[in-house]
Nanobody, 127 residues
Framework: QVQLVESGGGLVQAGGSLRLSCAAS????????MGWFRQAPGKEREFVAS????????YYADSVKGRFTISRDNAKNTVYLQMNSLKPEDTAVYYC????????????????????WGKGTLVTVSS
């Protein structure tokens, strides 16, 4: 079992930065691919970024490529999402996810197939 708790959300002006954190419980954190997803009001949850168990491979949605960076610290059981140059369209609830798959496959998996989810943290970007 893996429990995920997100933090770091908040209100920021367009062009600003935030860093989200996801703390995981469980001894097998380092064996899971980790990802960030987001859900804007009235929209479906969508993939944002994923990272392999080793941290050696990362993948991003086109909409955030070059602005967001995903990283992980297996010693701290934590995954991060550094978000720069934020835009109003980045406003959403951001969810952390863990799955015993590859980071590459996590991009295209059906949401219902992902093993573990956090409860989310709200990011609001004002114009």
């Amino acid at each position: 079992q893996v429990q995920l708790v997100e933090s770091g959300g908040g209100l920021v002006q367009a062009g600003g930065s935030l860093r989200l954190s996801c703390a995981a419980s469980g001894r097998t954190f380092s064996s899971y691919a980790m990802g960030w997803f987001r859900q804007a009001p009235g929209k479906e949850r969508e993939f944002v970024a994923s990272i392999s168990w080793s941290g050696g491979s990362t993948y991003y949605a086109d909409s955030v490529k070059g602005r967001f960076t995903i990283s992980r610290d297996n010693a701290k059981n934590t995954v991060y999402l550094q978000m720069n140059s934020l835009k109003p369209e980045d406003t959403a609830v951001y969810y952390c996810a863990a799955d015993a798959t590859t980071a590459q496959r996590m991009r295209i998996m059906k949401l219902a197939g992902i093993d573990y989810w956090g409860k989310g943290t709200l990011v609001t970007v004002s114009s």
